[in-house]
């Protein structure tokens, strides 16, 4: 069963700093892309960053480059998005999604998804 779990968000500050931390299981993870994605009240689901099958650089919306630095773990199965300078525009529920069939972060097929962890800037 595919599994992902994010954990993390929480209430900050404007320019704070947030680390948010995601499980995954049942899958590959090398096989995978695994981005991290957002979405605010009212707004489209907006791409975070993402990183493609077997390691890569990670890539980045351009609202949040130079600012969040997404990282994996392949011994633990785990995704990590570290952001720092927040703005009360980066608030949103943020989820860690998987595209198992392609592994490709072009294709975007991100078919399994986590509930999501709420990401609060205050000014």
């Known amino acids: 069963q595919v599994q992902l779990v994010e954990s993390g968000g929480g209430l900050v500050q404007q320019g704070g700093s947030l680390r948010l931390t995601c499980v995954t299981s049942?899958?590959?993870?090398?096989?995978?892309?695994i981005a991290w994605i957002r979405q605010a009240p009212g707004q489209e689901r907006e791409g975070v960053s993402c990183?493609?099958?077997?390691?890569?650089?990670?890539t980045y919306g351009d609202s949040v480059k130079g600012r969040f630095a997404m990282s994996t773990d392949n011994v633990k199965n785990t995704v990590f998005l570290q952001m720092h300078n927040l703005k009360p525009e980066d608030t949103a529920v943020y989820y860690c999604?998987?595209?198992?069939?392609?592994?490709?972060?072009?294709?975007?097929?991100?078919?399994?998804r986590g509930q999501g962890t709420q990401v609060t800037v205050s000014t």
């Open positions: 999604a998987a595209d198992i069939l392609t592994g490709d972060c072009a294709k975007g097929l991100f078919g399994a």
């Open positions: 990183v493609s099958r077997h390691g890569g650089s990670p």
């Open positions: 049942g899958f590959t993870f090398d096989d995978a892309a």
